[in-house]
């Protein structure tokens, strides 16, 4: 089993339409919890961070449940500029700082 | 402020050639880390130094990947001799000392084995 598991997607959506990505991580040691956007044969970039408390970035809002190690991002409201693989990157500090990325969900927003 | 710069954006080889991965990370960042992506996985970790020093090289597949930073600025990764399964793209990120949030990618190297 992975450590950082996403749906496998791609998630095809018309413009407009509200999408969300669900995120388990399984180790209980994990301190820190990101949303990493990254474009097709480009470098990931940091979108969000996710806290406990939920936080919410104009169309973005992302959410963690420690006790059920979850995290998740929602897309509102969705732009065809939206398109992009999402990951869920979670770090801990277990033997050396470490972070661990999932597969990445791929979205497809479409006119 | 210049980002994390990695050369070449894409290389060709055939199996058993030599290939050598550059990467300049942000001025003044000490953490350095190299990770790589195989077609339809995840990214994967493969070392991480702190300036010239190599804190956490697990990651690495086998010893025919060498890392190094000499003087603690750029880094480089030799693959050799190349394997088929070699064939990713080796992204390169860094971070200032002790901060443990935002990872800065550069474009990353694509490498297609032969």
């Known amino acids: 089993r992975k450590e950082v598991e996403q749906d496998p997607g791609p998630f095809n959506v018309p413009e407009g339409a509200t999408v969300a990505f669900n995120c388990t991580y399984s180790n209980s040691a994990s301190q820190s919890f990101f949303w990493y956007r990254q474009d097709c044969r480009k470098e990931p970039k940091l979108l969000m961070s996710v806290y406990s408390s939920g936080n919410e970035d104009g169309r973005f809002t992302a959410q963690l449940n420690r006790a059920s190690q979850y995290i998740s991002l929602l897309i509102r409201d969705s732009k065809l500029s939206d398109s992009a693989t999402y990951l869920c990157v979670v770090t801990r500090n277990t033997g050396g700082f470490k972070t661990i990325f999932g597969a990445g969900t791929r979205l497809f927003v479409k006119a | 402020e210049a980002g994390v710069t990695q050369f070449p954006s894409h290389s060709v080889i055939e199996k058993g050639q030599t290939v050598t991965l550059r990467c300049d990370p942000i001025s003044g960042h000490d953490n350095l880390y190299w990770y790589r992506r195989v077609m339809g996985k995840e990214i994967k970790f493969l070392l991480h130094?702190?300036?010239?020093?190599?804190?956490?090289e697990s990651g690495m597949p086998n010893n025919r990947f060498l890392a190094e930073r000499t003087g603690g600025t750029y880094s480089t990764l030799k693959v050799q001799p190349a394997e088929l399964e070699d064939s990713g793209v080796y992204f390169c990120a860094s971070t200032r000392q002790g901060y443990t949030g935002e990872l800065f990618f550069g474009e990353g190297s694509r490498l297609t084995v032969l």
């Open positions: 130094f702190v300036k010239e020093s190599k804190q956490d």
